[in-house]
């Protein structure tokens, strides 16, 4: 039974030089693309976070008609 020392030492050089550069470029490569886009939950928080800011814009729009209303002038004192 002869065995071929250098068909054992080529596989896993060929391995090595070719399959695991290219699995590691394209593994990276969907990392960076999933990255950019936002998760189900981040699309979630950011409509959350979007309609508390609509509802705290109204509070501060009702509390400067009421500024406006009890103290004129409230704008220009520092």
Same mark, same amino acid.
């Given at each position: 039974?002869?065995i071929d020392y250098d ?9 090595? &030089?070719? &399959? ?11 990392k960076a693309r999933a ?11 950011l409509a959350d976070l ?8 109204? @509070? &501060? ?7 406006? @209303? ?9």
């Open positions: 039974m002869n068909m054992l030492l080529a596989l896993p050089i060929i391995f090595l &030089v070719v &399959v695991v550069p290219l699995w590691l470029i394209l593994h990276y490569a969907y990255s950019k886009a936002l998760s189900k939950a981040d699309e979630e928080t979007w309609a508390l800011s609509e509802k705290l814009e109204k @509070r &501060v729009d009702s509390l400067e008609t009421i500024l406006d @209303r009890e103290a004129p002038g409230w704008r220009n004192k520092q």
